[in-house]
């Protein structure tokens, strides 16, 4: 039995008011306010064009902040049951069934991050409609968000998540979950790269030497987009501040970062071509280059 990871079905990222972040995610990085499929009225459900999902995610109790989660799609859905079952990783939930069909469950990895597997989305026909402020319900008008930005996000690149020992959690990610270890292509060798089958990538990241001014920012989301500067134009002129400017990796991928109004680390990026690196990796995501360890 093995579990497969297709791609990334969605991220759960935590605000405080959706008032204030939809007016980022929506009217700025554009993506599309749709039906929440759970009836937890504190979800906002919005999507990349290309249907990768955003959950923003208000206090349910209105004092404390979720934590983040990265929900990722697999092919037999019953096995990885079986198996998570037969892990011993903590918080295991029970499945569920959204109002589409999609079923889920949960589990933290070894340093606590949260984790969800699901199947895809939209297996049932749903007749729910969504407003504005993505308040979803029954009956009635469906609200069609319109962005008037230039920023064209594809969709989920990859998701960085901190970890504490890289030996344990290859344990989860590697042994587990499957997930090819790739040479990553920056300086240094304080992450690890993963790649799932449709390319979206799992940045497994150390801890810093030193904390900055905005604390731990090793927990991100990166949306993939295809003009960069207009991106970065666009963002400027909406007085979102870039951190640091565009950079290039190894592989020409060219990235920046923002926060958004809640302080959550965000990375834009394009598409990288690491395809015909000439670096190396070992299993622990160790990578060389010429035979030197980075």
Request: aromatic residues 6%.
């Amino acid at each position: 039995m093995s579990i497969t990871l297709k791609t990334i079905n969605h991220v759960g990222i935590p605000i405080w008011d959706r008032r204030v972040s939809l007016k980022f995610y929506r009217d700025i990085l554009g993506l599309k306010v749709i039906p929440s499929m759970v009836d937890s009225p504190n979800i906002v459900w919005t999507r990349t064009n290309d249907g990768t999902m955003v959950h923003l995610i208000e206090p349910a109790d209105g004092e404390n902040l979720v934590d983040p989660h990265t929900a990722f799609e697999v092919e037999d859905f019953d096995e990885t049951v079986k198996i998570l079952r037969s892990s011993g990783y903590p918080e295991l939930s029970d499945t569920g069934e959204r109002h589409d069909g999609q079923k889920c469950i949960f589990v933290n990895d070894s340093d606590g991050n949260r984790l969800e597997f699901t199947t895809a989305s939209g297996l049932k026909e749903s007749k729910r409609v969504v407003d504005a402020l993505g308040y979803t319900s029954e009956s009635g008008k469906n609200f069609v968000s319109n962005s008037n930005t230039v920023i064209d996000i594809l969709t989920v690149n990859h998701v960085g998540i901190p970890i504490n020992d890289r030996f344990e959690c290859m344990r989860m990610y590697r042994d587990l979950l499957n997930v090819k270890i790739i040479p990553h292509q920056i300086d240094g060798n304080t992450l690890v790269w993963t790649e799932m089958v449709d390319g979206s990538m799992i940045h497994l990241i150390a801890p810093p030497k030193s904390i900055g001014p905005r604390g731990d920012g090793r927990q991100h989301v990166a949306f993939e987009v295809d003009d960069i500067e207009r991106a970065a134009e666009a963002l400027v002129n909406a007085d979102v501040e870039i951190v640091e400017g565009i950079g290039t990796r190894h592989d020409g991928q060219q990235f920046f970062f923002v926060y958004d109004p809640d302080g959550n680390r965000l990375e834009i990026a394009t598409r990288g071509n690491h395809s015909n690196t000439r670096r190396m990796v070992d299993e622990n995501g160790y990578t060389s280059e010429n035979s030197i360890l980075l």
